[in-house]
């Protein structure tokens, strides 16, 4: 994410909150495997318990990027926010979900088509550990307990980097592959690895899709592109000399 400023704790961004609508980002929720080259995508299940508790506290209401895309003015409580996942990992059914529902939240989770109920091929093939996405029963849990799905491609590449005719493929097959599996639209996109060109972009338009996500660092302000929509990554902020210094003088944590 640009800046690598991530969100761990509310009160840094309460005036940013105020321009536009934050859309987190999430993939996994849980502990991280002790092999993973990928810590930052995992976030422990007490964190994303203190973070929903925060937002809950904070009077913050979950919006679906519907809505989120459709406001055009800014959000004057600043007490909006969309909750978005990657991947679709079981976990964030069966770890994130539990503790959503206690807060009376609700999220999109991004499914790479082609591989729902398999794993995370796209990293297991540069040494990662596989991770298990959900598979049809599941994603059924998943919008049974009001939650939404997106299409994240059918086999996660970069768009930008493959023929025009297969980047095609990925945003229009994907949205294909889920609207038939579950009898729903499908209006929401997410770029893999947040890679995208005006070209790219110009195909999720094109596929019928109503929005899309990034990850260029911001929030959602009134008028902006829908296809283009900053996003905020969640992690734990670690200690090192930068940070302490940062929460000494307010500012948000790296
Ligand atoms: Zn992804």
């Given at each position: 994410?640009?800046?690598?400023?991530?969100?761990?704790?509310?009160?840094?961004?309460?005036?940013?909150?105020?321009?536009?609508?934050?859309?987190?980002?999430?993939?996994?929720?849980?502990?991280?495997?002790?092999?993973?080259?990928?810590?930052?995508?995992?976030?422990?299940?007490?964190?994303?318990?203190?973070?929903?508790?925060?937002?809950?506290?904070?009077?913050?209401?979950?919006?679906?990027?519907?809505?989120?895309?459709?406001?055009?003015?800014?959000?004057?409580?600043?007490?909006?926010?969309?909750?978005?996942?990657?991947?679709?990992?079981?976990?964030?059914?069966?770890?994130?979900?539990?503790?959503?529902?206690?807060?009376?939240?609700?999220?999109?989770?991004?499914?790479?088509?082609?591989?729902?109920?398999?794993?995370?091929?796209?990293?297991?093939?540069?040494?990662?550990?596989?991770?298990?996405?959900?598979?049809?029963?599941?994603?059924?849990?998943?919008?049974?307990?009001?939650?939404?799905?997106?299409?994240?491609?059918?086999?996660?590449?970069?768009?930008?980097?493959?023929?025009?005719?297969?980047?095609?493929?990925?945003?229009?097959?994907?949205?294909?592959?889920?609207?038939?599996?579950?009898?729903?639209?499908?209006?929401?996109?997410c770029y893999p690895y947040g890679d995208l060109s005006p070209s790219v972009?110009d195909l999720v338009a094109e596929a019928g899709y109503a929005t899309a996500?990034?990850?260029?660092?911001?929030?959602?302000?009134?008028?902006?592109?829908?296809?283009?929509?900053?996003?905020?990554?969640?992690?734990?902020?670690?200690?090192?000399?930068?940070?302490?210094f940062r929460r000494l003088l307010g500012r948000p944590l790296e």
């Amino acid at each position: 994410m640009k800046k690598d400023i991530h969100f761990t704790k509310l009160a840094p961004f309460r005036e940013m909150f105020r321009q536009g609508i934050p859309v987190i980002c999430y993939h996994k929720v849980g502990r991280k495997p002790l092999r993973t080259k990928l810590r930052g995508i995992y976030v422990t299940r007490n964190f994303f318990r203190q973070q929903m508790r925060e937002l809950q506290q904070g009077g913050f209401r979950t919006v679906t990027l519907d809505e989120c895309a459709m406001t055009t003015t800014p959000p004057d409580d600043g007490k909006k926010v969309v909750l978005t996942f990657d991947d679709g990992s079981v976990t964030a059914l069966k770890n994130a979900g539990p503790i959503m529902a206690g807060a009376g939240f609700t999220a999109i989770n991004y499914l790479v088509a082609d591989l729902m109920g398999g794993f995370n091929a796209w990293d297991v093939v540069h040494g990662e550990v596989p991770d298990r996405l959900m598979d049809e029963a599941q994603v059924r849990d998943w919008m049974a307990a009001g939650h939404e799905i997106g299409a994240h491609t059918r086999t996660h590449p970069r768009l930008s980097k493959i023929s025009h005719a297969q980047a095609r493929e990925e945003i229009f097959g994907s949205k294909k592959i889920l609207e038939d599996r579950f009898g729903i639209p499908i209006h929401h996109f997410c770029y893999p690895y947040g890679d995208l060109s005006p070209s790219v972009r110009d195909l999720v338009a094109e596929a019928g899709y109503a929005t899309a996500v990034t990850t260029q660092w911001g929030v959602h302000e009134p008028g902006g592109d829908p296809f283009l929509i900053p996003r905020l990554g969640a992690r734990a902020y670690s200690f090192n000399f930068r940070n302490v210094f940062r929460r000494l003088l307010g500012r948000p944590l790296e």
